[in-house]
């Protein structure tokens, strides 16, 4: 009797175990769908807050590029002068209230303060004291005093807690070392994934080391108007049109907006300003960066649409975008360890301007590439679009981020021993170094190239892109 009563002791205790490993993985399932929804919703929520407060700013900048117009027409200079300082603020401070709404909408949605991306921006501010403020040649700001106040801007924002770390941050002081700046050079490596050396174009890697590689130079255009978090991308350049051409350019004003009073009797006044007087500047899209419509992109470009037919004109439009990241550590109930969960999240605004044929994105030639208040719907759009080359720039990841900035120098500077161990790109890079390794990417690349060939768009029958969230 006893025995039977040691079996039935044993059973039970087996039953428990086995009981307790289901509830816990029942339970850890369930965290990770929680976490997997609060990234999701946090960064969306994120992304989308950032492009709403970007398309404000985008149309305060037009509404006031149409007061300088006026102002222009009664040759009141010293208002336009004092439009274009406010808008260089706009353009250069304005985006940072893009990353405190994009923090306060991800908090909001359940995210927790990541420390790692306190930490970005925190080295960052030090980068802006010891690096952009003692090289004014290469740094120089758009007035006197800005990187301070962008610096006070960006400790404040880290202070309180960040939430959503930029995704698509444009560091002035990045030197681009193509292509081992781009994260799928060491997807590729690590999957040998030979079809996207052949695509990209990275053939001649394979006669390169950390020796002879191509030495990129000095950053010469750092800053004019932009900021470096959730940039606009624009650029500060002067109106030149003749007499006819300048007619025709206000008749297009007046129907985004502008008003122009009837001219006092008399000849018209001579404009003699200099090419570089403030007062004849305005505020352009940089259409030698990103913006473009979407359809006049090469058919092969990284980060065309994969759409059929042609786009409603306000969605035909590439330009700044919101790219956020949010993280979450989850813990691992049987294993006694944490993962991390993380959501990307990239949103634009959208608008069209008026023209005589219509309506018309807002980069139209018939404005002169001139930004206008025309800004009226925000979307999500996919990741892998945001960017201007199609580079994931992953500016929210620590782990990315310190390869970068720290080991990839390194690499270039002093070869394979100035990498660091436990990198796992650093070892992507140790690998290339191996010469039986390139020997056998020469030889896949000899035998199979013809067979590469760029996507045509998503793989699932709804379309998509294959780098998305």
């Known amino acids: 009797m006893k025995a039977k009563k040691g079996q039935a002791a044993l059973y039970l205790i087996l039953v428990l175990a086995a009981v307790t490993v289901l509830v816990l993985a029942n339970v850890g399932t369930f965290l990770a769908v929680r976490a997997k929804n609060h990234t999701m919703n946090a960064g969306d929520a994120a992304a989308l807050a950032a492009a709403r407060r970007q398309a404000e700013i985008l149309n305060e900048i037009g509404r006031l590029n149409l007061r300088h117009a006026e102002a222009d027409y009664v040759c009141d200079l010293d208002s336009a002068r004092d439009i274009v300082e406010k808008q260089k603020r706009l353009a250069f401070l304005g985006p940072l209230d893009c990353l405190r709404m994009a ?19 925190r080295r960052h501010v030090s980068d802006i004291h010891a690096v952009y403020q003692q090289n004014p040649d290469l740094y120089p700001e758009p007035w006197e005093g800005a990187w301070e106040e962008y610096a006070s801007g960006l400790s404040a924002i880290a202070a309180s807690g960040v939430y959503a770390g930029c995704d698509n941050v444009a560091f002035a002081d990045a030197v681009a070392r193509f292509p081992l700046t781009y994260k799928s050079f060491y997807s590729a490596v690590a999957g040998e994934s030979w079809c996207k050396f052949v695509v990209a174009g990275w053939e001649w890697l394979l006669n390169c080391d950390s020796h002879n590689m ?28 003749g007499d006819a051409e300048m007619e025709e350019f206000r008749a297009l004003l007046a129907e985004n907006g502008a008003s122009f009073p009837p001219r006092q009797e008399g000849p018209v006044p001579t404009d003699n300003r200099p090419l570089d007087d403030p007062s004849r500047l305005y505020i352009f899209y ?11 992109l090469d058919p092969q470009s990284k980060f065309r649409m994969p759409v059929v037919g042609r786009p409603k004109p306000e969605f035909d439009v590439l330009g700044c975008t919101a790219v956020f990241r949010v993280t979450e550590s989850m813990p691992r109930l049987l294993s006694g360890d944490s993962t991390c969960v993380s959501w990307n999240a990239a949103a634009k605004a959208f608008g069209t301007i008026s023209t005589e044929d219509g309506v018309s994105p807002v980069t139209h030639e018939s404005a002169r590439g001139m930004v206008l208040p025309a800004y009226e719907a925000v979307r999500l759009i996919p990741v892998g679009a945001a960017n201007p080359d199609g580079q994931d720039l992953s500016t929210a990841d620590a782990t990315w981020v310190d390869h970068v900035r720290d080991h990839v120098p390194a690499y270039c ?43 045509s768009g998503g793989s699932g029958p709804s379309g998509g892109t294959s780098y998305a969230h």
């Open 286 to 296: 940089d259409t030698c960066g990103v913006w473009r419509q979407w359809t006049e």
């Open 103 to 121: 923090n306060d909408a991800a908090k909001a949605n359940g995210a927790k303060p990541d420390a790692k991306m306190a930490e970005i921006i």
């Open 413 to 455: 500077a002093d070869g394979v021993g100035g990498l660091a161990d436990g990198c796992s790109y650093c070892s992507c890079l140790k690998k290339g170094e191996d010469p039986a390794f390139r020997a056998k990417i020469a030889e896949w690349i000899a035998r199979n190239a013809e067979t590469c060939r760029r996507g």
């Open 214 to 241: 191509p030495r990129p130079s000095e950053r010469s255009d750092a800053v004019v108007v932009n900021c470096e978090f959730c940039s606009l991308r624009l650029k500060l350049a002067p109106l030149v049109l």
